[in-house]
């Protein structure tokens, strides 16, 4: 077994780039789970429901962007994100509708 000592910089590398796909699917996965929060939160203060679903988007578009730039694509070869944001397609081959507006694209 490898102590931590013996693991030199590009294993470190390749283990960080190994964790980005998986890092950008659990920020889109946690889109169906802050949903209802926000809508909590817009009964209390609209404003804080407008600031809160902002950062949510801009999470978004940024996972879009690096799943785009990156190239993350499944076992299928389907993109992580199409290229309306209409369709998800995880690395497991699960896919699912999108929202557009979620990721700032047009619907």
Known sequence: MTS???INDT??????F???PVLTEAIILENDE???ILQAVKI??????A???HKVVRANE??????WVLNFRNKLDEPLID???????LSTGQRFAARPNWFNCPA
């Open 4 to 6: 931590l000592t013996q």
């Open 11 to 16: 294993q470190v590398s390749i283990v960080n």
């Open 18 to 20: 190994r964790s980005i």
């Open 34 to 36: 802050i949903v209802p």
């Open 44 to 49: 209390i203060d609209v404003k804080k429901f």
């Open 51 to 53: 600031y809160l679903t």
């Open 62 to 67: 940024r996972a879009r962007d690096l799943s």
């Open 83 to 89: 290229e309306n944001c209409r369709v998800i397609s």
